[in-house]
């Protein structure tokens, strides 16, 4: 098994503050890798040192066996990056940008123009080539900014929360892009905030949180360790609280939290519904609201970490 | 220009007009085994990719007029203001103030053209399109050099186009014998410190430009 990007023990302060704190990373060739974790983790961080866009205060990392501090110019001709706001020149059209970066990196004009008529087909713009980008919708702006890193036909690509900000529709077009993408056989580094997206894309996933790894796995791992799926039942009289606690805790490795009067859990099992319904009829629990849904970033990080992210956390106490 | 330069970007298969929505993507396939790399950038590619940024800058005009205003109507306007509006009374007669400030109003207008890059310059890095070219296989200098070349394009534009209406409403150059050396000198100069200048604010640029962590 090979690897396009390797990283070690890499550290990055801006002042005071830490914004990595020591992270190893290791993306199979060909693989999507999901860094998961919430805003200020380092996520983007880890993704500026390995595009050669900072410098590491410590450890090193290589890309294809190149070092992104002492060979920075090789990595460069090896990676493309899109980053968390759409990167391209708003004044110019479509066309426009993808010659541009396709004339700076050597292209012949008519080459330039070839591979910017190709991108642009491939990802649905063609009526918006000769338009400013400045009247592109968001997704439009996330798709050309997706295709202006892949002008070079990089091997290791790197997407920074390419979903961010996006509206539903526009996202499953992006992942669709994605997984488009690693059918041609490109390693993609993502980074985001949402576990659906690590789960939707990536092989692999590593969790940070404040600039460490805390968990690392693939999404079937990750999930059976700290739950797929969240439970949270609320039942129609206030005092059946404590019991229900008493029942749901069976379900689940983790304390159940509760919120008012509703009960939430992670839960690994498929079957939990019934049974756990059964559990309520045979204690004679009346229950006003009951669902299974999908575990969130924070239910994760909860389970993981035994605290809630730091957004979730101060829009508590503002609450 | 040649079209010799098809070793590194031969990926693009020749199946034009076969790019149909579904089949698109692979289209973006990577290279093919790791060719050899380039470790540096070369000076002439340097010098390539510092005219392809500059092509960048000045294209925008074409997309934004109204830029064209800043940097060719304004200087005029200033120049027609202060020669017949004050000119009077503070030279004495238009013509007498006129031949005092075309001068005057090209180095303004050069000072102003240095703003124009430091102001340019920010936008690219707060919008992030600085950090794209950074992240690309080009010369560290490129993304710089590009910018204030077309502003020194556009100076020279501006100094070129002042000159000729000045010429219209009566100015004339004054160092007799030699005047064509002599005004080709003073362009030179009015240009090479609109480059000093550019460049010192250039720092100024980046420092107003906070990094978000």
């Avoid at chain 1, 190709?118 to 050309?144: H, I, N, P, Q």
């Avoid at chain 1, 590593?206 to 999404?219: S, Y």
């Avoid at chain 1, 739950?227 to 029942?247: C, F, H, M, Y």
């Avoid at chain 1, 004679?284 to 979730?312: H, P």
Wanted: net charge neutral; proline share 5%; charged share 20%.
């Amino acid at each position: 098994m090979t690897y396009s990007i390797i990283a070690e023990g890499l550290v990055k302060r801006y002042g005071d503050t830490v914004a990595l704190d020591g992270i190893d990373l290791a993306v199979r060739t060909g693989s999507v890798f999901g860094l998961l974790g919430p805003n200020g983790a380092g996520k983007t961080t880890a993704v500026r040192i390995l595009a050669t866009l900072v410098r590491p205060d410590g450890g090193q990392a290589t890309v294809c066996g190149y070092d992104v501090v002492s060979q920075a110019h090789q990595v460069r001709q090896l990676t493309g990056l899109t980053g968390q706001y759409a990167s391209v020149d708003e004044t110019l059209t479509g066309t426009e940008n993808l010659m541009l970066i396709g004339r700076l990196t050597g292209q012949s004009r008519s080459a330039a123009r070839g591979r910017a008529r190709e991108l642009l087909a491939a990802f649905r713009l063609t009526d918006a080539a000769d338009r400013a980008v400045k009247t592109y919708s968001g997704g439009m702006r996330r798709r050309l900014d997706l295709a202006a890193s892949l002008v070079t036909s990089p091997r290791v690509l790197y997407l920074d929360e390419p979903t961010t900000g996006l509206d539903p529709l526009s996202r499953n077009e992006m992942w669709d892009v994605v997984r488009g993408l690693t059918a041609t056989g490109v390693t993609v580094l993502l980074t985001t905030q949402y576990l659906e997206e690590a789960d939707q894309l990536a092989e692999d996933i590593a969790v940070v949180d404040h600039g460490t790894v805390i968990a690392t796995g693939t999404p079937d791992e990750l999930k059976a360790r700290t739950g797929a799926q969240t439970l949270s039942v609320r039942p129609a009289n206030p005092a059946d609280v404590p019991a229900v606690v008493a029942i749901v805790a069976g379900f689940s490795l983790t304390e159940p939290e509760v919120r008012n009067t509703t009960v939430t859990v992670p839960v690994t099992q498929e079957d939990v519904l019934p049974r756990v319904m059964r559990r309520f009829e045979d204690a004679g629990i009346r229950v006003a609201e009951l669902n299974l849904r999908g575990s969130s970033l924070d239910e994760v990080f909860l389970s993981l970490t035994g605290r809630r992210t730091e957004t979730e956390v101060l829009e508590g106490s503002a609450a | 220009m040649t079209t010799a330069s098809t070793t590194m970007n031969s990926t693009v298969p020749d199946t034009s007009g076969a790019a149909s929505a579904a089949g698109a993507l692979s289209a973006l396939k990577p290279l093919g085994p790791l060719g050899s790399l380039s470790p540096r950038v070369g000076p002439l590619q340097g010098l390539r990719q510092t005219f392809s940024l500059a092509w960048r800058t000045l294209v925008q005009i074409k997309h934004n007029p109204a830029e064209l205003i800043d940097f060719s109507i304004q200087p005029v306007m200033f120049l027609l203001l202060f020669t017949y509006v004050f000119g009077g009374a503070i030279g004495g007669s238009p013509h007498a103030y006129l031949m005092f400030a075309l001068p005057g109003i090209i180095v303004q207008n050069s000072l102003f053209t240095t703003l124009n890059t430091a102001t340019g310059l920010s936008t690219d890095l707060e919008k992030g399109f600085f950090d794209r070219l950074r992240s690309l296989a080009i010369a560290r200098f490129a993304p710089l050099s590009g910018r204030i070349l077309a502003d020194i394009a556009k100076q020279a534009w501006a100094v070129i186009m002042l000159v000729g209406i000045g010429y219209i409403l009566g100015f004339r150059v004054g160092t007799a014998p030699h005047w064509p050396l002599g005004v080709l000198a003073a362009f030179g100069l009015v240009l090479v410190s609109t480059l000093a200048l550019s460049w010192a604010l250039v720092p100024l640029a980046v420092r107003a430009f906070k990094r978000r962590v």
